[in-house]
Protein backbone atom coordinates (compact mmCIF):
# COMPACT_ATOMS: atom_id res chain seq x y z
CA UNK A 1 0.00 0.00 0.00
CA UNK A 2 2.92 2.28 0.87
CA UNK A 3 4.54 1.47 -1.96
CA UNK A 4 2.05 2.23 -4.18
CA UNK A 5 0.98 5.25 -2.73
CA UNK A 6 5.26 6.50 -3.27
CA UNK A 7 4.72 5.39 -6.71
CA UNK A 8 1.39 7.47 -7.24
CA UNK A 9 3.52 10.61 -5.88
CA UNK A 10 6.24 9.85 -8.14
CA UNK A 11 4.16 9.84 -11.01
CA UNK A 12 2.42 12.84 -10.05
CA UNK A 13 5.73 15.41 -9.35
CA UNK A 14 7.02 13.84 -12.73
CA UNK A 15 3.95 14.99 -14.62
CA UNK A 16 4.39 17.91 -12.44
CA UNK A 17 7.99 18.90 -13.27
CA UNK A 18 7.30 17.84 -17.57
CA UNK A 19 4.06 20.32 -17.30
CA UNK A 20 5.84 23.01 -15.96
CA UNK A 21 8.95 21.67 -17.84
CA UNK A 22 6.85 22.52 -21.26
CA UNK A 23 5.61 25.82 -19.93
CA UNK A 24 9.22 27.47 -19.65
CA UNK A 25 9.14 30.47 -21.38
CA UNK A 26 10.13 31.21 -24.69
CA UNK A 27 13.56 32.77 -25.34
CA UNK A 28 15.59 34.45 -27.57
CA UNK A 29 18.56 31.72 -28.76
CA UNK A 30 21.53 33.29 -30.27
CA UNK A 31 22.00 30.44 -33.05
CA UNK A 32 18.39 30.00 -33.85
CA UNK A 33 17.59 31.46 -37.41
CA UNK A 34 15.80 34.94 -37.98
CA UNK A 35 13.67 33.34 -40.38
CA UNK A 36 11.81 31.28 -37.68
CA UNK A 37 11.79 33.49 -35.12
CA UNK A 38 9.82 35.66 -37.99
CA UNK A 39 7.33 33.13 -38.13
CA UNK A 40 7.05 31.94 -35.10
CA UNK A 41 5.60 35.67 -34.73
CA UNK A 42 3.04 35.48 -37.29
CA UNK A 43 5.30 36.78 -39.95
CA UNK A 44 4.73 35.30 -43.76
CA UNK A 45 6.84 32.58 -45.27
CA UNK A 46 9.83 34.31 -47.07
CA UNK A 47 9.02 34.76 -51.06
CA UNK A 48 11.78 32.03 -52.25
CA UNK A 49 10.80 28.79 -50.79
CA UNK A 50 13.21 26.03 -52.01
CA UNK A 51 11.81 23.32 -55.04
CA UNK A 52 12.91 19.62 -53.10
CA UNK A 53 11.18 18.62 -56.09
CA UNK A 54 13.92 18.81 -58.58
CA UNK A 55 15.96 16.45 -58.69
CA UNK A 56 19.88 17.05 -57.61
CA UNK A 57 19.29 19.98 -55.46
CA UNK A 58 21.36 19.88 -52.37
CA UNK A 59 22.85 22.34 -50.60
CA UNK A 60 25.96 20.88 -50.15
CA UNK A 61 26.24 20.95 -53.64
CA UNK A 62 24.89 25.01 -53.69
CA UNK A 63 28.22 25.35 -51.40
CA UNK A 64 30.79 23.22 -53.77
CA UNK A 65 29.34 25.91 -56.96
CA UNK A 66 29.51 28.65 -55.12
CA UNK A 67 33.59 27.64 -53.56
CA UNK A 68 34.63 26.10 -56.59
CA UNK A 69 32.66 26.83 -59.33
CA UNK A 70 31.52 23.31 -60.16
CA UNK A 71 29.99 20.15 -58.15
CA UNK A 72 29.20 16.52 -59.14
CA UNK A 73 25.29 16.07 -60.39
CA UNK A 74 22.77 13.18 -58.95
CA UNK A 75 24.24 10.84 -61.58
CA UNK A 76 27.65 11.10 -60.46
CA UNK A 77 29.14 13.41 -63.17
CA UNK A 78 31.07 16.35 -62.49
CA UNK A 79 29.14 19.25 -64.24
CA UNK A 80 30.93 22.17 -66.48
CA UNK A 81 32.55 24.82 -64.85
CA UNK A 82 30.17 27.64 -64.30
CA UNK A 83 32.81 30.58 -64.99
CA UNK A 84 36.49 30.24 -66.41
CA UNK A 85 36.96 33.59 -64.41
CA UNK A 86 35.71 33.56 -61.17
CA UNK A 87 34.02 32.12 -58.36
CA UNK A 88 31.22 32.93 -56.25
CA UNK A 89 33.62 34.24 -53.75
CA UNK A 90 35.45 36.54 -56.17
CA UNK A 91 33.79 38.92 -55.28
CA UNK A 92 31.31 37.82 -52.38
CA UNK A 93 32.10 36.74 -48.58
CA UNK A 94 29.85 33.95 -47.54
CA UNK A 95 30.14 35.30 -43.02
CA UNK A 96 28.80 38.21 -41.98
CA UNK A 97 30.82 40.98 -42.22
CA UNK A 98 29.03 43.96 -41.18
CA UNK A 99 29.36 44.63 -37.61
CA UNK A 100 25.74 46.50 -37.32
CA UNK A 101 23.48 44.79 -40.19
CA UNK A 102 20.62 47.54 -39.99
CA UNK A 103 23.69 49.64 -41.72
CA UNK A 104 25.74 49.44 -44.86
CA UNK A 105 29.21 51.42 -43.61
CA UNK A 106 32.29 50.82 -45.56
CA UNK A 107 34.57 52.21 -42.91
CA UNK A 108 32.53 49.55 -40.22
CA UNK A 109 33.11 46.95 -42.39
CA UNK A 110 36.36 47.28 -43.53
CA UNK A 111 37.33 47.34 -38.75
CA UNK A 112 35.28 44.37 -39.15
CA UNK A 113 37.15 42.85 -41.58
CA UNK A 114 40.18 43.64 -40.12
CA UNK A 115 39.03 42.21 -36.59
CA UNK A 116 37.76 38.64 -38.53
CA UNK A 117 40.49 38.50 -41.13
CA UNK A 118 38.18 39.07 -44.02
CA UNK A 119 38.34 40.58 -47.62
CA UNK A 120 36.87 43.56 -48.10
CA UNK A 121 34.89 43.17 -51.73
CA UNK A 122 32.67 44.81 -54.29
CA UNK A 123 29.79 42.50 -53.87
CA UNK A 124 27.37 42.30 -50.85
CA UNK A 125 27.58 39.04 -48.31
CA UNK A 126 25.53 36.17 -49.31
CA UNK A 127 25.42 35.82 -45.63
CA UNK A 128 21.68 36.64 -44.93
CA UNK A 129 20.77 36.67 -48.62
CA UNK A 130 17.98 34.74 -48.23
CA UNK A 131 16.65 37.69 -45.49
CA UNK A 132 16.76 40.05 -48.04
CA UNK A 133 13.76 40.93 -50.43
CA UNK A 134 15.37 42.90 -52.88
CA UNK A 135 18.70 42.68 -55.14
CA UNK A 136 20.66 45.06 -57.34
CA UNK A 137 19.04 47.91 -55.46
CA UNK A 138 19.10 51.67 -56.68
CA UNK A 139 21.98 52.41 -59.36
CA UNK A 140 22.31 48.85 -60.29
CA UNK A 141 19.83 49.10 -63.14
CA UNK A 142 22.20 51.89 -64.61
CA UNK A 143 24.51 48.95 -64.79
CA UNK A 144 22.63 46.12 -65.65
CA UNK A 145 18.77 48.06 -67.50
CA UNK A 146 16.20 45.84 -67.52
CA UNK A 147 17.95 42.66 -66.22
CA UNK A 148 18.09 44.09 -63.01
CA UNK A 149 13.81 44.79 -62.75
CA UNK A 150 13.48 40.82 -63.06
CA UNK A 151 16.25 40.35 -60.36
CA UNK A 152 15.17 42.87 -58.02
CA UNK A 153 12.12 40.96 -56.49
CA UNK A 154 13.71 37.28 -56.95
CA UNK A 155 16.51 35.72 -55.66
CA UNK A 156 16.55 33.18 -58.19
CA UNK A 157 16.92 35.11 -61.10
CA UNK A 158 19.63 37.70 -58.67
CA UNK A 159 21.54 34.36 -58.72
CA UNK A 160 20.85 33.83 -62.76
CA UNK A 161 21.93 37.30 -63.34
CA UNK A 162 25.39 37.25 -61.02
CA UNK A 163 25.82 34.18 -62.98
CA UNK A 164 26.36 35.61 -66.75
CA UNK A 165 26.94 39.16 -65.96
CA UNK A 166 28.97 39.08 -62.33
CA UNK A 167 31.28 35.72 -62.82
CA UNK A 168 30.48 36.10 -66.77
CA UNK A 169 30.28 32.33 -67.46
CA UNK A 170 27.40 29.73 -68.06
CA UNK A 171 23.58 29.68 -67.12
CA UNK A 172 23.01 27.96 -63.66
CA UNK A 173 20.44 25.29 -64.71
CA UNK A 174 17.05 24.75 -62.56
CA UNK A 175 19.15 22.30 -59.80
CA UNK A 176 22.25 24.20 -59.61
CA UNK A 177 20.02 27.33 -58.92
CA UNK A 178 17.95 25.42 -56.54
CA UNK A 179 21.27 24.31 -54.94
CA UNK A 180 23.09 26.99 -54.37
CA UNK A 181 19.63 28.58 -52.67
CA UNK A 182 19.51 25.38 -50.50
CA UNK A 183 23.14 26.67 -49.38
CA UNK A 184 22.08 30.18 -49.09
CA UNK A 185 19.30 28.93 -46.35
CA UNK A 186 22.35 27.23 -44.56
CA UNK A 187 23.80 30.88 -44.28
CA UNK A 188 21.59 32.87 -42.96
CA UNK A 189 21.08 35.10 -40.35
CA UNK A 190 20.48 34.17 -36.70
CA UNK A 191 19.14 35.43 -33.83
CA UNK A 192 22.67 36.59 -32.47
CA UNK A 193 23.20 38.28 -35.46
CA UNK A 194 20.90 41.10 -34.65
CA UNK A 195 21.46 43.63 -32.20
CA UNK A 196 18.26 44.00 -29.90
CA UNK A 197 18.77 46.09 -26.55
CA UNK A 198 17.30 44.20 -23.62
CA UNK A 199 13.95 46.18 -23.58
CA UNK A 200 13.27 45.12 -27.10
CA UNK A 201 14.47 41.76 -26.52
CA UNK A 202 12.14 41.73 -23.00
CA UNK A 203 9.31 43.09 -25.72
CA UNK A 204 9.89 40.28 -28.64
CA UNK A 205 9.80 37.10 -25.52
CA UNK A 206 6.47 38.25 -24.54
CA UNK A 207 5.28 38.85 -27.69
CA UNK A 208 6.19 35.61 -28.25
CA UNK A 209 5.39 33.85 -24.96
CA UNK A 210 1.66 35.75 -24.23
CA UNK A 211 0.64 36.25 -28.33
CA UNK A 212 0.49 39.80 -28.00
CA UNK A 213 1.66 42.77 -29.96
CA UNK A 214 3.02 40.41 -32.69
CA UNK A 215 3.13 42.55 -35.56
CA UNK A 216 4.91 45.19 -33.51
CA UNK A 217 8.06 42.41 -32.83
CA UNK A 218 8.07 41.47 -36.42
CA UNK A 219 9.04 45.33 -37.00
CA UNK A 220 11.74 45.05 -34.52
CA UNK A 221 13.29 42.08 -35.81
CA UNK A 222 13.16 43.52 -39.08
CA UNK A 223 14.70 47.07 -38.43
CA UNK A 224 17.91 45.05 -37.26
CA UNK A 225 19.12 44.70 -40.50
CA UNK A 226 18.55 45.85 -44.22
CA UNK A 227 16.21 43.97 -46.72
CA UNK A 228 18.42 45.05 -49.66
CA UNK A 229 22.15 46.28 -49.63
CA UNK A 230 22.20 49.74 -50.76
CA UNK A 231 24.07 51.09 -53.95
CA UNK A 232 25.17 54.10 -55.05
CA UNK A 233 27.33 54.67 -57.77
CA UNK A 234 30.05 57.80 -57.76
CA UNK A 235 32.27 59.42 -60.08
CA UNK A 236 35.70 59.11 -59.50
CA UNK A 237 37.37 62.42 -58.55
CA UNK A 238 38.65 64.65 -61.44
CA UNK A 239 41.46 66.31 -59.82
CA UNK A 240 44.00 63.05 -59.67
CA UNK A 241 47.57 65.28 -59.60
CA UNK A 242 49.65 66.35 -56.60
CA UNK A 243 47.02 65.52 -53.91
CA UNK A 244 47.55 66.36 -50.84
CA UNK A 245 45.57 64.65 -48.36
CA UNK A 246 44.75 65.53 -44.46
CA UNK A 247 46.33 63.24 -42.06
CA UNK A 248 45.52 60.17 -44.05
CA UNK A 249 45.44 56.88 -42.51
CA UNK A 250 47.86 54.84 -44.09
CA UNK A 251 47.49 52.04 -42.50
CA UNK A 252 43.57 51.88 -43.71
CA UNK A 253 44.96 52.11 -47.03
CA UNK A 254 47.29 49.60 -46.55
CA UNK A 255 44.27 47.30 -44.98
CA UNK A 256 42.23 47.84 -48.58
CA UNK A 257 45.03 47.52 -50.55
CA UNK A 258 45.43 43.82 -49.13
CA UNK A 259 41.89 42.70 -48.49
CA UNK A 260 40.48 44.29 -51.22
CA UNK A 261 43.16 44.10 -54.86
CA UNK A 262 45.53 41.71 -53.41
CA UNK A 263 41.98 39.43 -52.72
CA UNK A 264 42.44 39.56 -57.21
CA UNK A 265 45.48 40.71 -58.08
CA UNK A 266 48.07 38.88 -55.93
CA UNK A 267 49.73 36.38 -58.19
CA UNK A 268 47.36 37.59 -61.16
CA UNK A 269 44.53 35.34 -59.37
CA UNK A 270 41.59 36.53 -60.70
CA UNK A 271 43.04 38.88 -63.58
CA UNK A 272 46.37 39.18 -65.60
CA UNK A 273 47.39 42.63 -63.52
CA UNK A 274 49.35 40.87 -61.22
CA UNK A 275 49.65 43.23 -57.70
CA UNK A 276 52.61 42.68 -55.28
CA UNK A 277 53.86 44.54 -52.70
CA UNK A 278 57.07 45.70 -54.71
CA UNK A 279 58.14 49.50 -54.97
CA UNK A 280 58.12 48.81 -58.71
CA UNK A 281 54.05 47.88 -58.81
CA UNK A 282 53.24 51.07 -56.57
CA UNK A 283 55.29 53.25 -58.33
CA UNK A 284 53.34 51.97 -61.16
CA UNK A 285 49.72 52.21 -59.80
CA UNK A 286 50.75 55.57 -58.47
CA UNK A 287 51.57 57.03 -61.94
CA UNK A 288 49.00 55.12 -63.64
CA UNK A 289 46.25 57.12 -60.63
CA UNK A 290 47.11 60.42 -62.19
CA UNK A 291 45.88 59.43 -66.10
CA UNK A 292 41.94 58.81 -66.77
CA UNK A 293 42.37 55.61 -68.53
CA UNK A 294 41.40 52.04 -67.17
CA UNK A 295 44.89 51.87 -66.13
CA UNK A 296 44.20 54.47 -63.44
CA UNK A 297 42.59 52.46 -60.13
CA UNK A 298 40.08 55.48 -59.71
CA UNK A 299 38.77 54.70 -63.03
CA UNK A 300 38.51 51.03 -62.49
CA UNK A 301 37.36 51.71 -59.03
CA UNK A 302 34.93 53.96 -59.52
CA UNK A 303 33.66 52.41 -63.81
CA UNK A 304 34.98 49.03 -63.03
CA UNK A 305 36.81 47.72 -66.09
CA UNK A 306 34.01 46.92 -68.67
CA UNK A 307 33.54 43.06 -70.48
CA UNK A 308 34.37 42.74 -74.27
CA UNK A 309 33.18 39.48 -76.45
CA UNK A 310 36.50 38.75 -76.89
CA UNK A 311 37.73 39.61 -73.12
CA UNK A 312 35.30 38.52 -70.78
CA UNK A 313 37.28 38.71 -67.66
CA UNK A 314 36.21 42.47 -66.04
CA UNK A 315 36.58 43.88 -62.64
CA UNK A 316 33.25 45.23 -60.88
CA UNK A 317 33.34 49.15 -59.44
CA UNK A 318 33.24 49.90 -55.88
CA UNK A 319 29.52 51.63 -54.67
CA UNK A 320 29.71 54.16 -52.31
CA UNK A 321 28.61 51.89 -49.77
CA UNK A 322 31.68 49.50 -50.52
CA UNK A 323 34.23 52.25 -50.53
CA UNK A 324 33.72 55.69 -49.47
CA UNK A 325 35.72 58.75 -50.48
CA UNK A 326 37.96 58.91 -47.11
CA UNK A 327 39.33 55.17 -48.22
CA UNK A 328 39.81 56.12 -51.62
CA UNK A 329 41.88 58.80 -50.46
CA UNK A 330 43.53 56.53 -48.03
CA UNK A 331 44.41 54.05 -50.68
CA UNK A 332 45.71 56.44 -52.82
CA UNK A 333 47.90 57.93 -50.03
CA UNK A 334 49.18 54.45 -49.07
CA UNK A 335 49.93 54.00 -52.69
CA UNK A 336 52.03 56.73 -53.29
CA UNK A 337 53.98 56.37 -49.72
CA UNK A 338 55.07 53.25 -50.83
CA UNK A 339 55.92 54.57 -54.32
CA UNK A 340 58.60 56.49 -52.52
CA UNK A 341 59.32 54.55 -49.42
C1 LIG B 1 33.08 39.40 -60.45
C2 LIG B 1 32.35 39.62 -59.24
C3 LIG B 1 31.18 38.73 -58.89
C4 LIG B 1 31.06 37.37 -59.03
C5 LIG B 1 32.08 36.40 -59.58
C6 LIG B 1 29.76 37.02 -58.52
N1 LIG B 1 29.11 38.12 -58.07
FE1 LIG B 1 27.24 38.17 -57.27
N2 LIG B 1 27.33 40.23 -57.26
C7 LIG B 1 28.43 40.98 -57.58
C8 LIG B 1 28.09 42.38 -57.45
C9 LIG B 1 29.04 43.55 -57.66
C10 LIG B 1 26.73 42.42 -57.07
C11 LIG B 1 25.89 43.70 -56.91
C12 LIG B 1 25.04 43.84 -55.73
C13 LIG B 1 25.72 43.65 -54.41
O1 LIG B 1 26.10 42.50 -54.09
O2 LIG B 1 25.87 44.59 -53.64
C14 LIG B 1 26.28 41.04 -56.95
C15 LIG B 1 25.02 40.63 -56.55
C16 LIG B 1 24.64 39.34 -56.24
C17 LIG B 1 23.41 38.97 -55.60
C18 LIG B 1 22.37 39.95 -55.10
C19 LIG B 1 22.86 40.49 -53.80
C20 LIG B 1 22.08 41.67 -53.28
O3 LIG B 1 21.80 41.69 -52.06
O4 LIG B 1 21.77 42.59 -54.04
C21 LIG B 1 23.39 37.61 -55.46
C22 LIG B 1 22.33 36.76 -54.81
C23 LIG B 1 24.64 37.14 -56.03
N3 LIG B 1 25.37 38.21 -56.49
C24 LIG B 1 25.01 35.81 -56.10
C25 LIG B 1 26.17 35.37 -56.75
C26 LIG B 1 26.46 33.98 -56.98
C27 LIG B 1 25.63 32.81 -56.52
C28 LIG B 1 27.64 33.95 -57.67
C29 LIG B 1 28.38 32.75 -58.21
C30 LIG B 1 27.67 31.92 -59.14
C31 LIG B 1 28.09 35.32 -57.85
N4 LIG B 1 27.16 36.15 -57.28
C32 LIG B 1 29.25 35.71 -58.48
C33 LIG B 1 29.65 40.52 -57.97
C34 LIG B 1 29.94 39.20 -58.28
C1 LIG C 1 36.88 40.92 -57.66
C2 LIG C 1 38.23 40.91 -58.14
C3 LIG C 1 38.98 42.21 -58.20
C4 LIG C 1 39.21 43.11 -57.18
C5 LIG C 1 38.74 43.03 -55.75
C6 LIG C 1 40.04 44.14 -57.74
N1 LIG C 1 40.29 43.89 -59.06
FE1 LIG C 1 41.30 45.07 -60.35
N2 LIG C 1 40.77 43.90 -61.89
C7 LIG C 1 40.15 42.68 -61.78
C8 LIG C 1 39.98 42.12 -63.10
C9 LIG C 1 39.37 40.77 -63.42
C10 LIG C 1 40.49 43.08 -64.01
C11 LIG C 1 40.40 43.04 -65.54
C12 LIG C 1 41.67 42.75 -66.19
C13 LIG C 1 41.82 41.32 -66.49
O1 LIG C 1 41.07 40.76 -67.27
O2 LIG C 1 42.73 40.72 -65.92
C14 LIG C 1 41.00 44.17 -63.21
C15 LIG C 1 41.63 45.29 -63.74
C16 LIG C 1 42.30 46.25 -62.98
C17 LIG C 1 43.11 47.31 -63.52
C18 LIG C 1 43.31 47.64 -64.99
C19 LIG C 1 44.40 46.84 -65.54
C20 LIG C 1 44.83 47.40 -66.86
O3 LIG C 1 45.92 47.97 -66.87
O4 LIG C 1 44.10 47.27 -67.82
C21 LIG C 1 43.61 48.00 -62.46
C22 LIG C 1 44.53 49.23 -62.48
C23 LIG C 1 43.12 47.36 -61.26
N3 LIG C 1 42.33 46.30 -61.60
C24 LIG C 1 43.40 47.78 -59.98
C25 LIG C 1 42.74 47.31 -58.84
C26 LIG C 1 42.86 47.94 -57.53
C27 LIG C 1 43.71 49.15 -57.20
C28 LIG C 1 42.05 47.23 -56.72
C29 LIG C 1 41.76 47.46 -55.25
C30 LIG C 1 41.03 48.64 -54.93
C31 LIG C 1 41.42 46.16 -57.51
N4 LIG C 1 41.89 46.24 -58.79
C32 LIG C 1 40.52 45.22 -57.02
C33 LIG C 1 39.71 42.09 -60.63
C34 LIG C 1 39.67 42.71 -59.38
Redesign the pocket.
Same mark, same amino acid.
Request: include cysteine; charged fraction near 5%.
Given at each position: MIKSICFGFAVIIIILSTASFNEQPVQLVPNETVNSLLLALGDAQLPHQIDHSIEGVSAKRGEE @??KNGFTVNHKGNKVRK #? %?KH =???T %???NLVKEDPNLSVSDPEDRLRYAIENDLPFL #? /? &?T?YG?VN?T %? =? !??DD !?YKKYGDLVYE?RGD @?RN? @?QL? $?TE? $?Q /?RA?EDWEIES @?LSYLYDIDLKVGDLRFTSIERDFIEKALNEETSKSEAIEIVKSKFLS /? %?P?TFVDPPVKRKNLVFDKPDLQMGKMIYERSCLHCHANGKYSYLTLDNTKLTFAHLSKKANGYKRHSMYQVIRYGVPSYVMKKS?M?HY &?AE?MNEDQLNNLRAYIDYMAKR
Open positions: @II #Q %S =FVC %SCH #Q /G &TLAR %S =F !YN !YA @IA @IC $AC $A /GL @I /G %SAYP &TR
